[in-house]
């Protein structure tokens, strides 16, 4: 999928067993639970999804749960529990089917789809997993010119995580 | 000293490590050969008894062990830098503890 083509929908079950989907501005972030990438990231990306209340923000794990227990429904849905309740959806794309239709490489893997759902940005979050400074800064410049009706600046950047488990 | 970094192509985080390693052993005054080993499935990672990419160790021992309850597979390991922060690569200085412990020992 390249910057500007139409993202493919999905509809997934949360840990609550509600279905999700994009709709509107939408930012799709491969997660997983075991990843210390995808763990790094995570408080940054949580502080994302209640900076920006009008996104709609799906967090979905497409890896395998039977060879990665720990990233098993199950084990999300105690995660979310643990955690007390997360700002945005933790979906689970047991076919991977999402993560195959998205092309996502890696946990994380962001993508920002604008209200037409075309593909506005694809890559990391910020610079470095291990530094809280950045904030982010990468998902919320392409967030803020899609919000105004703009192109990001930096549309692309390299995913960088931990590969997806799959099947 | 026997070196090995211990690394699957699933995590990107090895070569940051081995420059870690590398400065370490130069700066200690080790001389040792790195020895790269590739793992690359879940049955070699249960033989190797490898608990994530990457591992380091030294004279056979984990240089940061992980605990007793990690299981051995195709996976990132979690690591703790020294202010507590999660990260896929050791903590530099956690290297360089290790060393100095197994090279005091030699």
Same mark, same amino acid.
């Given at each position: ?23 509107? #501005? ?11 990438? @995808? ?40 995660? #979310? ?17 999402? @993560? ?9 893997? #962001? ?20 530094? @809280? @400074? ?11 010119? #899609? ?21 | ?106």
């Amino acid at each position: 999928m390249n910057i500007g083509d139409e993202a493919p929908t999905f509809s997934l079950p949360d840990t609550d067993g509600a279905e999700h989907g994009p709709d509107g #501005v939408t930012v799709v972030v491969f997660t997983c639970n075991h990843c210390p990438y @995808a763990l790094g990231w995570h408080e940054r990306l949580l502080q994302v999804a209640r900076d920006y209340p009008q996104v709609t923000f799906l967090a979905v794990n497409p890896n395998d749960g039977e060879r990665y227990p720990t990233d098993s429904y199950e084990a999300m849905k105690e995660r #979310v529990a643990a955690d007390g309740g997360w700002p945005h959806p933790y979906l689970r794309d047991e076919s991977q089917a999402a @993560a195959r239709a998205y092309d996502a490489k890696t946990t994380p893997d #962001v993508f920002i789809l604008d209200a037409d759902s075309r593909l506005r940005y694809r890559g990391a979050p910020d610079g470095d997993h291990r530094d @809280a @400074a950045q904030n982010a800064n990468w998902l919320r410049e392409a967030l803020d010119a #899609v919000l105004r009706g703009a192109e990001p600046e930096r549309a692309e950047t390299e995913p960088v995580g931990c590969s997806i488990k799959w099947r | 000293m026997k070196v090995e970094l211990l690394w699957w192509e699933g995590c990107p985080s090895y070569p940051e490590t081995l420059a870690d390693l590398r400065r370490v052993l130069r700066d200690e005054g080790v001389e040792a050969e790195i020895d790269l080993v590739e793992v690359e499935s879940d049955e070699q990672a249960r033989a190797e008894r490898f608990p994530g990419s990457p591992t380091v160790r030294l004279d056979g021992t984990d240089a940061i062990p992980p605990p007793e309850t990690e299981p051995f597979s195709l996976t990132c390991r979690v690591y703790r830098l020294r202010d507590g922060r999660v990260s896929a690569t050791p903590d530099p200085e956690d290297l360089r503890e290790a060393v100095r412990r197994i090279d005091e020992h030699r």
